[in-house]
Structure formats: structure tokens, C-alpha cells
């Protein structure tokens, strides 16, 4: 393993860095689709709140822990309803290129903009609840691997919000350099949405970004290539609103821990779609098996002689250097 560590991070040097990060280009509400905002250019008609650099939040105390790297309010706050869908699309670069991470969870927060639509709401005062969160499956694929692939992630919205703005908190934290002190990168992105319905949920518990997270924590501090560890997400639990499922992978709560690593059932159900998606391609099923672990497995898949295979160890040589 230290062989293949260190033979990746030399194929890495060679490739430019500026590509490796990135931000949402899209997201889809119940079918509806908006726009992100690109990083250094005009604000458009979007919900996304627009953020300054595709570069990765660094350090769990950053002011930019809230919404993304100096994230400025949306032009719009667009309808949504207790329980709807959203699909939401991470690209890399300037928003050409499929994200290039695959190591580390993905969470998703929501927290009420108050009497406010959202549009000029300070996210830093805002009390978020945990509404979803995704690790690992069986076999150590990360959900962010289907990310990696060029799949949106799927998020349904709890069944129980109450009506009114909220910012949705979707975060992608990406774990690949995490074992040494700051080498985890936070990349949370908001998207401003006006519930409707009759919910009348109050979630519990809630957390403040920043302030949810340490630098110490044992999911942002942690050397995710250990064998056989259980991942632990940091922000707390999962609260109230969750809806049955949002827990992949879940090592936090006591029904899971010391199940060694394997997912509970709502956590197989959750995370078996991208197992379904790795398995229908074999260009899939070889990125899949090379994230899993920097093992011999993804030595050899960079090795390898398609052409599809050729294009995924680019960016697998990406994915290592930052
Ligand atoms: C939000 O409030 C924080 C703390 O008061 C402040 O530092 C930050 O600049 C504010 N952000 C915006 C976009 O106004
Ligand atoms: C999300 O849903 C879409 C549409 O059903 C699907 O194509 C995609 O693979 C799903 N994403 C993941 C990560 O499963
Ligand atoms: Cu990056």
C-alpha cells in the first residue's frame, strides 16, 4: 500500500492542479431545473449561492465554513415542498469537468431563514439540523465516487419541514490528504429554497457553520486508507426531520458501531444505487474498485490500456494531488 501511495502521488506531480477542485453547476428541483453560479463571474438567476474560488474551504473555524469559500446570498429562493426531490450536479473547473474527488462523505444540512426569504440571510447566524448523510458502502465506496462518475447526488427533503426559506447546506468533504493536520477539504455549497406545505416539524438538534466541526475531529482528521475503519461523521447526529434513509453508512449511532465498517440496512438501501451504477459499466466498475483503497487494485487500474480507463486514470492522478 505505501507503494501505491507513493507511486500515485508521483503521477500526480505531473498533473496541473488547477483543475482538481470545483462547485455545483446545477441542481434540480422535482424536475425543475437551475442553473449554479460560476465562481468569478456575474451572479445569474440562480439559487446557488455564489462563491468566490472552486477552492476547498481549509480549516474547520473559516468564516466560509457557512456557505462556501466568501459565499454571497442568491438572486432567487425557489419553491420546494417537504419531501421533494433534488438532484445536484458538482463539476470541476470551470464546470467542464466531472468532479475529481471520490474519498469522503457527503452531508446535507437545512436551517430556517426565519421571517426572511432568504435573500439577504446571514447563514453564520443560522441554526442548521442535519437532514442526510452518506459515507461508505460494504466494499468501502464512497457515495462521492458516483459523484466522481458524473452522477448528481439525490437528496429527498424531510417530510415534515415546516413551511418557509430555508438554506440547504449540501457539503462535500473530500478526505483523500485528511490523515496529516489540515489536509481535509470542506467544499459546502447552499442553495436557498422556499418550502411550502403544512409540515410542522421543529428539528433537533442543530449545529452552527462554523462551529459544528473541529480540526480534530476523528471524520476530518482521519487516515481514511486504515483497514477496516468504521467512518464517523462529524455535525453530529442526524436530527429529527431525517427521514428513515438518510443514514448511509451511519458508524455514529449505536445500532451501527462495531459492525465493522458494514452498512446497516437503510445504509445498503441508501448507497446501493451507486453499487447498480458501478457494476452496469465496466469503465464504472474499474474507477469504483480503484477508489475503494489506493491498493495494488488501483495500481493496476492506472495501468491499464483503454481508452476509458486511460481517461479515469487522469483523473484518478487528479484526485491524489491535492
Ligand atoms: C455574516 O455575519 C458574520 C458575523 O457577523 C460576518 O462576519 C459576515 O461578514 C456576514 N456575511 C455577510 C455575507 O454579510
Ligand atoms: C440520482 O438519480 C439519477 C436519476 O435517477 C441517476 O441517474 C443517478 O445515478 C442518481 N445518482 C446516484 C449517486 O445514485
Ligand atoms: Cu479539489
Not at 449554479?36 to 449561492?49: C, H, L, M, Q, Y
Not at 427521514?243 to 459492525?259: R, W, Y
Not at 495500481?299 to 484526485?319: D, E, I, L, N, P
Request: with cysteine.
Amino acid at each position: 500500500m505505501k507503494f501505491s501511495v507513493a507511486a500515485l502521488s508521483a503521477l500526480a506531480a505531473l498533473v496541473p492542479h488547477v483543475a482538481g477542485h470545483g462547485f455545483v453547476t446545477k441542481v434540480l428541483i422535482d424536475g425543475k431545473e437551475y442553473d449554479g453560479n460560476k465562481p468569478e463571474s456575474s451572479a445569474i438567476d440562480s439559487p446557488v449561492r455564489m462563491i468566490s474560488t472552486i477552492d476547498p474551504v481549509k480549516g474547520a473555524d473559516n468564516p466560509s465554513m457557512t456557505c462556501g469559500q466568501d459565499a454571497q446570498a442568491a438572486k432567487l429562493t425557489v419553491p420546494a415542498n417537504p419531501g421533494s426531490n433534488l438532484q445536484i450536479t458538482w463539476m470541476s473547473g470551470s464546470g467542464d469537468t466531472t468532479w475529481v474527488h471520490n474519498t469522503g462523505p457527503i452531508m446535507n444540512y437545512m436551517a430556517s431563514c426565519g421571517s426572511d426569504d432568504c435573500s439577504t440571510f446571514n447563514g453564520s447566524d443560522a441554526k442548521f439540523f442535519k437532514i442526510e448523510q452518506s459515507g461508505q458502502d460494504s466494499d468501502g465506496v464512497w457515495a462521492q465516487a458516483a459523484i466522481f462518475q458524473g452522477q448528481p447526488f439525490n437528496l429527498t427533503l424531510p417530510k415534515n419541514l415546516s413551511p418557509g426559506g430555508y438554506i440547504l447546506r449540501h457539503e462535500i468533504i473530500a478526505l483523500q490528504n485528511a490523515q496529516s493536520a489540515g489536509g481535509v477539504e470542506f467544499y459546502p455549497s447552499c442553495i436557498q429554497l422556499l418550502v411550502g406545505g403544512s409540515g410542522s416539524g421543529v428539528p433537533s438538534p442543530t449545529v452552527s457553520f462554523p462551529g459544528a466541526y473541529s480540526d480534530t475531529d476523528a471524520g476530518i482528521l482521519v487516515n481514511v486508507y486504515n483497514p477496516g475503519q468504521v467512518y464517523q461523521f462529524p455535525g453530529g447526529p442526524l436530527s429529527n426531520l431525517a427521514s428513515p434513509g438518510a443514514d448511509s453508512s451511519d458508524s455514529t449511532s449505536p445500532a451501527a458501531s462495531g459492525s465493522s465498517g458494514s452498512s446497516s440496512s437503510a445504509a445498503s438501501a441508501a448507497t446501493s444505487s451507486v453499487a447498480v451504477a458501478a457494476a452496469s459499466s465496466p469503465a464504472a466498475s474499474a474507477a469504483t474498485s480503484s477508489v475503494a483503497a489506493p491498493s495494488a487494485s488501483a495500481t493496476k487500474t492506472c495501468k491499464a490500456k483503454t481508452g476509458s480507463q486511460k481517461r479515469m486514470f487522469k483523473r484518478h492522478a487528479r484526485v491524489a494531488s491535492h
